[in-house]
């Protein structure tokens, strides 16, 4: 289909798409960077929260970027917020993750609840100011009885805790995993996205980095961006970068503003192949594999294609 030489392309699934014509979604989910929190997370907004179509935003140090006013942080929430429609934002933060269970942080456990909940709580006022409309909730997950459970507990403005959730923690002893994937936000390719991952790769378990465009920031030169992959690299050790694009990207205009659908599918190839030479110049060590979410069918279907 590519003009470049020995470019062959893959299905790798055919799935329904949901989202018809839909551009709308409930929620916004801020995620903090982890492999081992991010499936339960994802399980708490769609179980305790009731949200099943949501954008998915993950990166690492979400307040102090977002006190810090980074632009792809407030581009980011504005692209849910005016594009999307959402209505509600839930921020995840959890306890700092060593594999005795302990921060090297915080002299105790009480200076570590603090902190992040006070970040938390201090993200709300910023975002309230920001989008008064918006109702915005926090989530502080906890592990707890020794390592083999997650807590996860609201916080209020006012300090009060409820307990929304408990569930099996799987990870204990495990530090780092192979495998990173930079997908974008968008609430109607995320469950399908994610589950090509899982079931056509056989990759159970992921780093994942939820931005806009997934690679549009990266070839920006944004810094939330490269600081997520560099996270991915240095501390989980992921040596192999899974990019997935989709078609009808609002990070990109949508597919109003290509010509046709073999321009897009184009344009978007380009965008990760620019990324991929980018990642090489950094990082000599590792592998960068392509994925494209074609709407086919008359988008009634999503075919994940890998180059």
């Known amino acids: 289909m590519w003009c470049e030489t020995n470019l062959q392309e893959r299905v790798l699934s055919t799935v329904p798409f949901r989202f018809k014509n839909i551009h709308n979604c409930s929620a916004v ?6 492999y081992n929190f991010t499936a339960p997370i994802i399980q708490c907004m769609e179980d305790s929260f009731g949200h099943n179509a949501f954008d998915t935003f993950v ?61 938390l709580i201090s993200s709300l006022k910023m ?3 920001r989008y008064p409309n918006l109702n915005v909730r926090l989530v502080y997950v906890r592990l707890i009885d020794e390592q083999r459970e997650m807590e ?12 929304r959730m408990i569930a099996p923690y799987k990870f204990k002893g495990v530090l780092g995993c192979d495998v990173a994937v930079i997908m974008c936000l968008d609430f109607r390719f995320r469950k399908e996205s994610r589950a090509c991952v899982r079931d056509s790769l056989k990759i159970p378990n992921f780093d994942l980095i939820g931005i806009p465009g997934a690679t549009k920031s990266f070839l920006e030169n944004a810094k939330v961006a490269w600081k997520a992959v560099n996270v991915s690299y240095e501390k989980h050790n992921c040596r192999k970068f899974i990019v997935i694009h989709h078609m009808d990207c609002g990070a990109y205009g949508g597919s109003s503003v290509f010509l046709n659908a073999f321009m897009e599918e184009s344009y978007h190839y380009e965008q990760m192949r620019s990324f991929e030479k980018k990642m090489f110049e950094q990082y000599q060590d590792v592998k ?20």
């Open 29 to 34: 989910a801020i995620l903090p960077q982890s």
């Open 59 to 119: 990166v690492p140090g979400f307040s102090s970027k977002l006190f810090k006013e980074s632009k792809t942080i407030l581009e980011t929430l504005d692209l849910s917020y005016e594009k999307h429609f959402v209505e509600e934002v839930v921020i995840f933060q959890h306890t700092d993750f060593h594999n005795n269970g302990h921060s090297t942080r915080f002299v105790s456990a009480i200076e570590e609840d603090c902190y992040h909940k006070n970040g």
């Open 127 to 129: 975002l309230r100011r």
């Open 152 to 163: 996860f507990s609201e916080i209020f403005e006012c300090g009060r805790e409820r307990v």
């Open 288 to 307: 960068v594999e392509r994925i494209f979410a074609r709407l086919t069918d008359d988008r009634t279907k999503i075919q994940f294609i890998e180059y």
